[in-house]
């Protein structure tokens, strides 16, 4: 009995995927990282909160092998709310590895081997606009009418605005 022809969906492309994943494998695992699991999908690991504010430089490995040491790499305002999260972090990591791999959480705000390799990158909050009623904004510039300087009559408005809208009825 003849089996049939296998015939190639792809016609001899590859995936880029697959192209670069030894690559991205042994990068990581330069830097410590056994499962690249954590870099690639860190948000997804630790939670948006967390990613947002902290991104992992590298994991490094004591004498004995067991025990390793994460380095998360912070801003400076940032770094008190991750010292009190280390342990729910640390946490959420040995799962993604699926045993004990770290034991320890060091929170560094500049990249351990140098400044231009471990920048922190990391998206501000998004802008709220507010917006003013108008009645505050005409009981603002009623205010200062009476000022004959057309940049400070501005200047005051805009204060009067900001401090009238701010106000509890």
Known sequence: ???PRHTSTTRGFSRAATLVQSRI???SEDRGFAVTRLLTHWAEVVGDA????ATPVNVSYGK???GATLTLLTTGAQAPMLEMQKEQIREKVNACYGYRAISRV???QTAPTGFAEGRAAFSPAPKT???VDPKVKSAAKALSDDVKNEDLRAALAALGTNVLSKQKP
């Open 106 to 108: 060091r929170i560094t």
């Open 64 to 66: 004995g092998g067991m």
């Open 50 to 53: 967390t990613a947002q504010i």
């Open 25 to 27: 494998r042994k990068a």
């Open 1 to 3: 009995m003849k089996q």
């Open 129 to 131: 606009v507010r917006t």
